[in-house]
């Protein structure tokens, strides 16, 4: 299936809009208008099944051949140097778990390669913060599709997870609730592995761990799980991108010392402070840490529904302008329950892998530096791994950074057999 010109249009509409910079954070490796989805027979019904990553239902969503995915990347301006094959994606819905461990569903994009071997390796691509449900990468126009095609079109299969509370699961997104991404990202391989043989493309237990942004930061707590070899799973790499490794030393600080640009500071405070008040409770009114009159709409801003640049367009331009006095000066310096939410959620690189680890980075960005990443290959130095920080260059924001760093990533996989 063709991907329409009025879709692309679209597409680099949305990546060219930087005057808002949390735009191109929500929008950042996305964007393949999905044509309509074909009925496929599920795999049961729609309910939640009985066990953790249990397959529920598999929908086809975008057919490309070679130069169609060429074409693709070609309109970001990434490396299409290792596209080798056309690509199928599918959208799964699949049984999980909430933050509270109670049974829910959640949907994830899968992508297989149009050749290659007959059996696959599989990469987890998690992905960055998106507000909008159908920004995630098995959801409509706009969605974060592209590195997985990038990997899938190199020959091996992609489990992206959309996260709970976005694409098509129930509820609302646990925004940076490191945990419960861990169990989604789980159980979506583990659906991705029944799909794929279901399709005829048989995937090994071999897993290489990517992600962009916040799902760099997944990436990271993700191969930590796996390392535990509970899930039939074997990790063979790990590369993120621009994670915010370091909440409490690095990105928080940053916040308000200027490495962050406030724009996107607001953008990111607002939907962690939102999100993290449902499981962390952190206030009982908004107006106890928002300024009139952002306090009364705040939390509606990040309903799932609302457009990225509608949501910046709604708040302030510094957190300062967003922030009562007394959570100015607790983002500034964490104490109490806000404390506690960053701490459940920090660490992601407090371990000692016993696989290759690449970290990637750009010195010129302003929405997650790259002190994150240095302090995560700090922690990972004191447990004895070497992992080394690639910086895409002074002039790499957040957005250059993947796309220089997406490439890249794929040929350091293609390096380790």
Not at 135 to 148: M, Y
Not at 252 to 265: H, I
């Amino acid at each position: 299936m063709t991907i329409t010109q009025h879709s692309k249009q679209r597409q680099r509409r949305q990546w060219l809009r930087r005057g808002a910079a949390a735009v191109a954070l929500a929008a950042v490796l996305g964007g393949i208008a999905a044509p309509a989805a074909l009925a496929a027979p599920a795999a049961r019904a729609t309910a939640p099944a009985a066990a953790r990553g249990d397959l529920v239902s598999v929908v086809p969503l975008d057919t490309l051949d070679r130069d169609q995915v060429v074409a693709e990347l070609g309109t970001l301006g990434i490396d299409p140097g290792t596209v080798r094959y056309g690509v199928r994606a599918y959208r799964l819905t699949y049984a999980t778990v909430d933050p509270q461990g109670r049974p829910t569903t959640a949907t994830g994009l899968l992508v297989l390669p149009r050749g290659g071997p007959h059996r696959l390796d599989l990469v987890s691509d998690t992905h960055g913060t998106v507000a909008t449900r159908d920004d995630a990468p098995s959801g409509g126009a706009g969605s974060n599709r592209l590195t997985p095609y990038l990997h899938a079109s190199a020959g091996r299969a992609v489990a992206a997870p959309d996260y709970l509370g976005l694409g098509g699961g129930p509820g609302s997104h646990p925004y940076m609730d490191t945990r419960s991404s861990v169990t989604a990202s789980v159980d979506m391989l583990k659906a991705a592995r029944t799909a794929a043989d279901r399709l005829g493309r048989p995937v090994s237990r071999d897993v290489y761990a990517t992600g962009f942004s916040q799902g760099g930061q997944v990436a990271m707590a993700l191969g930590r799980e796996l390392s535990r070899g509970r899930d039939g799973l074997r990790l063979r790499a790990l590369a993120p991108m621009a994670g915010p490794h370091d909440l409490l030393g690095s990105e928080f600080p940053g916040l308000t010392d200027g490495r962050v640009d406030p724009r996107v500071g607001v953008f990111y405070l607002s939907y962690f402070l939102t999100a993290q008040n449902r499981l962390h409770p952190l206030y009982k009114d908004p107006a106890e840490v928002f300024r009139a009159p952002y306090a009364q709409a705040v939390e509606g801003l990040f309903d799932g529904s609302h457009q990225p640049q509608d949501i910046v367009a709604a708040l302030p331009a510094t957190p300062q302008e967003l922030l009562t006095p007394q959570w100015t000066e607790n983002i500034r310096s964490p104490r109490g329950a806000l404390l506690e939410a960053i701490r459940a959620n920090d660490g992601v690189c407090d371990w000692k892998p016993a696989v290759p680890v690449r970290l990637y980075a750009g010195g010129g960005d302003t929405d997650v530096p790259i002190a994150n990443s240095r302090a995560c290959a700090a922690d990972l130095a004191r447990h004895g791994v070497r992992a080394k920080v690639v910086d895409q260059g002074p002039d790499a924001d957040h957005t250059a950074t993947a796309v220089r760093s997406a490439p890249q990533v794929v040929r350091w996989f293609d390096s380790i057999r």
